[in-house]
Structures are given as structure tokens and as C-alpha cells.
């Protein structure tokens, strides 16, 4: 079993859409969590970074991490075509930079 | 600021020869890591370099090695490549707070293909 579970998709939402992303993880280690953000031909850019349970919010973009239940989300309000790429969440621990990917969603979001 | 800058952006090798790529790092950063970026296995950890010091690493052959030099840019070499060492190489950089994993800030990868 992975330590992070992420859903590949694809998944294809209309302009407008509340897009709801998600990945469940195994190991109590991870503290710090992390979504990116990969357009095709790039490499991956942060979007959001948080540490303790509850809820973080950037523009249109909201993480919510829920450690209890070892599940992270990333809600992204009024979805726009350049929103289109895919979307990975990563995990570290307590020291140094290692961090533990999902295999990233991919979103397509339709004009 | 200039971001993580990797070189070269693309390479065609043949099975059996060797590789190396480039990374400078964000400027003040001072852990470099390396990840492996395939369709089938997702983003794998490769290495991480501190202070020209390898920190940690993932569960990869010995043919994969790095090193980091004192102005913080790193490289890594692949020997003896096979076909399934395919794949975009990416470099991250982070500040490193010191109080648990850092965000890691991306190169644009290096892709490798092996013939």
C-alpha cells in the first residue's frame, strides 16, 4: 500500500466549478503537507503549504487537512480554464526536505 | 529572484553510458534534493544534499549519485543507464527552517531519454 493515496482522475469540470481534490495518507509522521501544481512540460509549483489541521486559504485556492482522519484536501473556487493541469499533493516529516508525493490528479477545466 | 535553474533541459543517451545533470539552486538555498519523475511511479524521492553534505536518500541503485559544491548548485550522474532510467529529473531547492520539510521549489526537470 502507498503512503499517499491520491485519485489520478481525469477529472473535467465546467468554468465556474468548485473543484474538490483530496489524498488520504497512512504514516502519523507526515506533519507538514503540501499541494503543487504541474503544468505539462514544467515541474511542479507550490500552491499551498501548511502544518496543523484546519483550514488555509490563498485567493481562490483553500487546503484543509484533517490529521485525525489523515486526509487533505484542496478546494479551488471558480474554477478557470488556466486552472487546467495536474494537481499533487506531498507530505514531509520532522527533519530535512524529503517529501512523500501522491501520483497527481489530473484537472481539466472546460471553457 | 531567479528561480531553480536545471541543465540541460533535454538528453538522448544509449543504454550503458553515463549522465550528468545540473542544478542551481534558488539563491540563499541551501538543501538541494532530487526527485525522479516517471508516468508509472509517480514523483520519487532521489536525494537530498544540506551544506555540501548528503542528507538523505530514497531507495535507488548506487548507479544514482549527487554531490553539492560549496556555492549550494548540485548535480547528479547516472551510470550505466538502462531504459527504465526514462524520465524527467527534477531539482528542488528550499530554505530549510530547520523545523521540519521545507517547501520545495522546482526546476522546470531535466528529461532523459534512454535508447
Known amino acids: 500500500q502507498k503512503e499517499v493515496e491520491q485519485d489520478p482522475g481525469p477529472l473535467s469540470v465546467p468554468e465556474g466549478a468548485i473543484v474538490s481534490l483530496n489524498c488520504t495518507y497512512s504514516n502519523s509522521a507526515f506533519q507538514y503537507f503540501m499541494w503543487y501544481r504541474q503544468y505539462s512540460r514544467k515541474g511542479p509549483e507550490l500552491l499551498m503549504y501548511t502544518y496543523s489541521s484546519g483550514n488555509k486559504e490563498d485567493g481562490r485556492f483553500t487546503a484543509q487537512v484533517d490529521k485525525s482522519s489523515k486526509y487533505i484536501s484542496l478546494f479551488i473556487r471558480d474554477s478557470q480554464p488556466s486552472d487546467s493541469a495536474t494537481y499533487l499533493c506531498?507530505?514531509?516529516?520532522?527533519?530535512?526536505?524529503?517529501?512523500?508525493f501522491g501520483e497527481g490528479t489530473q484537472l481539466t477545466v472546460n471553457p | 529572484k531567479a528561480g531553480v535553474t536545471q541543465t540541460p533541459r533535454y538528453l538522448i543517451k544509449t543504454r550503458g553510458q553515463q549522465v550528468t545533470l545540473s542544478c542551481s539552486p534558488i539563491?540563499?538555498?541551501?538543501?538541494v534534493s532530487w526527485y525522479q519523475q516517471t508516468p508509472g511511479q509517480g514523483l520519487q524521492f532521489l536525494f537530498e544534499y544540506f551544506s555540501e553534505t548528503q542528507r538523505n536518500k530514497g531507495n535507488f541503485p548506487g548507479r544514482f549519485s549527487g554531490r553539492q559544491f560549496s556555492n549550494s548548485r548540485s548535480e547528479m550522474n547516472v551510470s550505466t543507464l538502462e531504459l527504465g532510467d526514462s524520465a524527467l529529473y527534477l531539482c528542488a531547492s528550499s530554505s530549510d527552517l530547520g523545523r521540519g520539510a521545507s517547501p520545495l521549489h522546482f526546476g522546470n526537470g531535466t528529461r532523459l531519454t534512454v535508447t
Open positions: 506531498a507530505m514531509g516529516g520532522t527533519s530535512g526536505s524529503r517529501l512523500t
Open positions: 539563491s540563499g538555498h541551501r538543501s
